[in-house]
């Protein structure tokens, strides 16, 4: 075993800190992912450095009000909730219906479809230049568009769409 | 672009979507009846595909389409032809199954013609994304088809431990294919062969194919990936554990000989210690725990466990003889499964549970029922001269003539036959139960209808051909395996 | 160099917030897993942008951080999912559970280290933006494509037919 014998004490540590640093350096060329010229990535820097604000500013606010402000004394009569004096039953939250997933997941489904149609109206006017797929791209995403029509018809006709029924 | 090729799935997914649209305005009692319609022209497709291209000539349809994708040869024009068959017949029982179908009894139909849509697909599939594509559209239609009585709690259960099993084995599969991606860069199984040769040491290739196969033998239900069968087996409707058993396995037997022998013949090479302990593990788990059950579906899931045991035989033998004899055996295999699950859902119609005791007095209510079940038993068992005897036999065969490579071989012959004998038991438990039972619960005779009675008798027909002439198809699947072998197919 | 630290940050990022998900020892209410479970899809999302699947990170946060999170908390609330009490952990399923994890994470390290990042083919070349993307997607693999309509389709009918309340 590769582990066995230095699984005891802090040399498991050190030798663990220098395998990283041996072993997962190279880890990502080990499928091809690093050795490419970045062109587009800085471009991701902006977004990069958006996320980096964003998390700053909405923590920052989070440790500046736990700083700077007041605790107030809460009590557990305090914190419960007011209903015209009388004493509150059950929980806040209440079972949702299962419409709302069914709305939700056909969504989805109609998201990932309208995700395909990105990259197709993306190469539409390359492809449709090029004699050779020329006839390819309004036929393949026609027949890929009826064929979820026709899921379309059908959720229409069961009344999926129907909130009432 | 060669789209002729296709126009099989082409119409199969067409029909599809005629049935799902049909339902829409169709007044719901002659719903009922689609079922027929949509059988009906299943067979008239296989008789089509028969005609069209005969099996002396099958050059004559070859080809690639898709960047070498999608593959028309001998191996996907038979299995193409089983599935076909195999969904005409799950569709009949599906229409005799439809009174216990609350809502949505065409939809039943236009899944069932997806998933063997999905199936037709896989038999075709030469490429990585066509081999998850086309497992994913079989499965998630299966996930719906499982749990499609959703009134019933087992239903529902079925459905969601096939969903959850089957989702994790879809992420090994897929984590497996990124490995294998990520250090051969082939998707293609044609040019994946002609470089992982180079690739037997790399043990990150190894590693993913090994979760490639994780998934695939989940599929199939080999031993460590067995855990859904049972349950899914016993909570699913009647049809779609018919289809389950026969044509999701029998997909899954596709892919693994077409991953195994066509994309990594060389890895394959070395893997006999692998193939032959999960074939004979899965022999003996299936066999064994299958005495216990009294639940005649739950008992014939893990009897379709210790069959896939018998089918990864021919698997582990890796010579052409063990590759024909799979096919050969999942042909019979297909007569013999559909007739029991077509008894089990015909006497079981009016009972809450498919326990054996059900079974009683069926000789009196139904002689036909009678030696239909008790022929697919018997054929099941591998008992001469029925279709599963020969199947075993040329499993068995191939194995042997395998040992002197290697001594596990006769080792793995032998577990073979001991869970033969084994299954002896528990199958003639089921025949006990039907002639020799005392206290029936109800003697009055079953119905069949026209349609039904033409699917048992083609059935009990299949299994007597195939176990007494087995020479036709015999030729077929060897002339089937061929294009395992000499993928010499230019890609266009 | 600066990809490869925020590879490291990024990928450290996404274990942690997964670990999270599933076992957050600060809390057991399902909406804060499903909360970390944004998170972790995000910090999946930069690393694709890493690897130049730009298009493939977008989808990532538009579908999966958006659209399929969404989905999640309807269940949750659909379920009305208490605080989830602390479930006895059986003792077979924890052994099983760290045995069988334990050996394939070995298996990993253990073939990631026989391998040597040189015997692999030559680097491909950036492609991942959308226009790449779609011209693969609608020639090489335009059948899969089509068959993903259909498991679409499919989709929708079984959504429709397992959660309609009075299907007709």
Redesign the interface.
């Known amino acids: 075993m590769l582990f066995a014998s230095e699984l005891c004490g802090a040399r498991f540590l050190l030798s663990s800190l220098n395998w990283i640093e041996l072993k997962l350096a190279p880890l990502p060329q080990v499928f091809n992912l690093c050795v490419m010229q970045d062109t587009q990535l800085p471009q991701y820097i902006a977004v990069l450095m958006l996320f980096v604000l964003a998390v700053a500013a909405t923590g920052g606010m989070i440790v500046m009000s736990m700083m700077l402000g007041k605790k107030g004394r809460g009590s557990k009569i305090k914190d419960t909730a007011y209903e015209c004096g009388m004493l509150p039953i059950g929980e806040g939250s209440t079972r949702l219906s299962v419409k709302f997933y069914l709305v939700a997941m056909l969504f989805i489904l109609f998201d990932i479809e309208v995700v395909f149609m990105y990259p197709w109206a993306v190469v539409y006017k390359s492809m449709l230049a090029d004699e050779a797929t020329r006839n390819l791209i309004l036929g393949s995403m026609i027949s890929f568009l009826g064929i979820l029509f026709v899921g379309y018809l059908y959720a229409v006709k069961k009344r999926a769409f129907d909130w009432k029924s | 672009?060669n789209l002729s090729l296709m126009s099989l799935e082409i119409s199969v997914?067409a029909l599809?979507?005629v049935v799902?649209?049909a339902?829409?305005w169709l007044p719901?009692e002659r719903r009922r009846a689609l079922g027929y319609v949509a059988a009906a022209a299943l067979g008239l497709l296989l008789l089509q595909n028969l005609s069209g291209c005969c099996s002396c000539c099958v050059a004559g349809g070859d080809g690639t389409?898709?960047?070498g994708?999608?593959v028309q040869d001998g191996l996907s024009v038979f299995f193409k032809r089983f599935f076909l068959l195999a969904g005409a017949l799950v569709l009949v029982l599906a229409v005799e199954f439809s009174d216990r179908i609350a809502?949505?009894v065409s939809?039943y139909y236009?899944?069932i013609i997806?998933a063997l849509?999905?199936m037709l697909?896989a038999a075709s599939a030469n490429d990585f994304?066509?081999l998850?594509?086309?497992i994913?559209?079989i499965t998630?239609?299966f996930?719906?088809l499982t749990?499609?009585t959703?009134g019933k709690v087992a239903a529902l259960e079925a459905g969601v431990k096939y969903l959850i099993l089957g989702a994790l084995s879809s992420a090994f599969m897929v984590y497996g294919i990124a490995l294998v991606w990520?250090?051969?860069?082939k998707f293609n199984f044609n040019e994946l062969a002609q470089v992982a040769g180079n690739f037997t040491d790399?043990?990150?290739f190894?590693?993913g194919v090994v979760f490639i196969l994780a998934g695939l033998g989940f599929k199939i239900a080999a031993f460590p990936f067995q855990m859904w069968t049972p349950d899914v087996y016993q909570g699913a409707p009647t049809p779609t554990t018919a289809f389950l058993a026969v044509g999701s396995k029998a997909a899954g037997f596709v892919l693994l000989l077409r991953f195994l022998f066509t994309a990594i013949p060389s890895v394959t090479a070395h893997w006999d210690k692998l193939l032959i302990i999960i074939s004979g593990i899965t022999i003996l788990y299936g066999n064994l725990c299958a005495i216990p059950q009294r639940n005649l579906k739950r008992l014939l899931g893990y009897s379709s466990i210790a069959h896939a045991g018998y089918l990864l035989l021919g698997v582990a033998a890796m010579t052409s003889a063990g590759q024909s004899a799979v096919l050969y055996y999942l042909s019979g295999y297909l007569f013999t499964t559909l007739a029991a699950f077509t008894v089990i859902a015909l006497v079981m119609r009016h009972l809450d549970s498919e326990d054996i005791a059900g079974l009683a007095g069926l000789n009196q209510r139904s002689p036909l029922l009678a030696a239909t079940l008790t022929l697919a038993m018997v054929s099941l068992a591998g008992i001469p001269p029925l279709a599963g005897f020969f199947g075993k036999f040329l499993l068995l065969k191939a194995v042997i003539e395998q040992g002197a490579v290697n001594h596990g071989y006769y080792c793995l012959a032998f577990t073979a036959l001991v869970g033969v004998v084994i299954s002896l038991y528990y199958y003639f438990g089921v025949i006990r139960a039907i002639y020799w039972s005392k206290d029936a619960a109800s003697r009055e005779p079953i119905l069949i209808s026209t349609p039904m009675r033409v699917a048992i008798v083609g059935c009990i027909a299949g299994i007597f051909w195939l176990g007494v002439a087995p020479g036709a198809v015999l030729r077929l699947a060897e002339s089937a395996v061929n294009a395992l072998h000499c993928p010499g197919l230019a890609l266009n | 160099m600066a990809t490869d630290i925020l590879f490291y940050v990024l990928a450290a990022l996404t274990l942690i917030f997964g670990a999270l998900v599933v076992a957050n020892p600060f809390s057991r209410n399902p909406v804060t897993s499903a909360m970390f479970l944004v998170l972790t899809i995000i910090s999946m999302a930069g690393l694709f942008v890493l690897l130049h699947a730009f298009f493939l990170a977008a989808v990532q946060v538009l579908v999966y951080a958006g659209a399929v999170m969404v989905l999640f908390l309807f269940v949750i609330m659909l379920l009305d999912l208490k605080e989830e009490e602390r479930r006895k952990i059986k003792l077979t399923g924890l052994v099983a559970g760290v045995v069988s994890v334990g050996a394939i994470v070995a298996i990993f390290v253990r073939s990631l280290l026989a391998t040597k990042p040189s015997e692999n083919l030559p680097a491909p070349t950036a492609v991942g933006d959308t226009a790449t993307l779609g011209k693969m997607l609608f020639t090489n693999y335009l059948l899969p494509f089509e068959i993903v309509s259909i498991l679409l389709l499919v989709a929708m009918v079984g959504v429709i037919l397992l959660s309609k309340k009075d299907l007709k």
């Open positions: 672009m997914v599809g979507l799902l649209l339902d829409l719901a389409a898709f960047g994708m999608f809502t949505g939809e236009s899944l997806f849509a999905g697909f994304a066509m998850f594509v086309s994913e559209l998630i239609t996930y719906i749990s499609f959703r990520g250090t051969t860069g790399n043990k990150v190894l590693f």
